[in-house]
């Protein structure tokens, strides 16, 4: 037996969207206007007790956005990923690095000659 095509599944009279009979009043709310580097505008939502953030991320780029039109914050700086020789050569000198590595030779020399095996 085929049902009609036009009927809703589920559906009973009544069964629609609640309106604000039903569920109370909506809480009062202020409108908030970002601005980001990018010329991006963002109206951001909050309640009239809630305190206003001085910045907030802009939903289309991800920069921060701030309220001042005139002034926008700059994007963050983006340090590259460090290899583990960059943060080694942050920590010792060139000159400090070559005694250390002639300390390495001359103990590795002095091992291969007393016939000490090396792993």
């Known amino acids: 037996m085929a049902g009609g095509g036009n009927a809703i599944r589920g559906s009973r009279v009544g069964a629609g969207p609640m309106g604000e009979a ?46 001042d039109s005139e002034n926008a914050p700059p994007a963050p700086k983006i340090e590259p990923y460090k290899t583990h020789l960059a943060y080694v050569k942050e920590r010792r000198s060139d000159k400090e690095a070559e005694v250390i590595l002639d300390e390495a030779i001359q103990l590795l020399r002095s091992r291969r000659k007393s016939g000490e095996i090396i792993f």
């Open 22 to 67: 039903e569920r109370g009043e909506a809480a009062p709310r202020q409108a908030v206007t970002y601005f980001c580097a990018n010329d991006h505008r963002s109206v951001i939502t909050f309640s009239v007790e809630a305190s206003v953030p001085d910045s907030w991320d802009c939903p289309k780029c991800g920069l921060p956005a701030g309220l």
